[in-house]
């Protein structure tokens, strides 16, 4: 069974930077498409960011050049590396995999205040 496991959200101020966690088990995230998204009250979940199988990385709009997503294939685990950090970018961050289906993980909080 997958499981993902996000660890490194928390309160900071505007500006600030925060580094997720996310690992996983029960698979090797080498072969999967994985990434991040967010919820914020009331809004949509939104992608946040995704590394492709090959490697490949996307991002949403409003965080390209602020954010960083990566892979550590030895650990089985994706990062996310969130710089000038806005208060617009608080939310729940959930870890997302694909395996046959959505798998994701329990959401961290990253709150920031402005």
């Known amino acids: 069974q997958v499981q993902l496991v996000e660890s490194g959200g928390g309160l900071v101020q505007s500006g600030d930077s925060l580094r997720l966690s996310c690992e996983a088990s029960?698979?090797?995230?080498?072969?999967?498409?994985v990434g991040w998204f967010r919820q914020a009250p009331g809004k949509q979940r939104e992608r946040v960011a995704r590394?492709?199988?090959?490697?490949?990385?996307t991002y949403g709009d409003s965080v390209k050049g602020r954010f960083t997503i990566s892979r550590d294939d030895a650990k089985n685990t994706i990062y996310l590396q969130m710089d000038s950090l806005k208060p617009e970018d608080s939310g729940v961050y959930y870890c997302?995999?694909?395996?046959?289906?959505?798998?994701w993980g329990q959401g961290t909080q990253v709150t920031v205040s402005s």
């Open positions: 590394i492709s199988i090959g490697g490949t990385i």
């Open positions: 997302w995999a694909w395996a046959t289906g959505n798998v």
């Open positions: 029960g698979t090797i995230i080498g072969n999967k498409i």
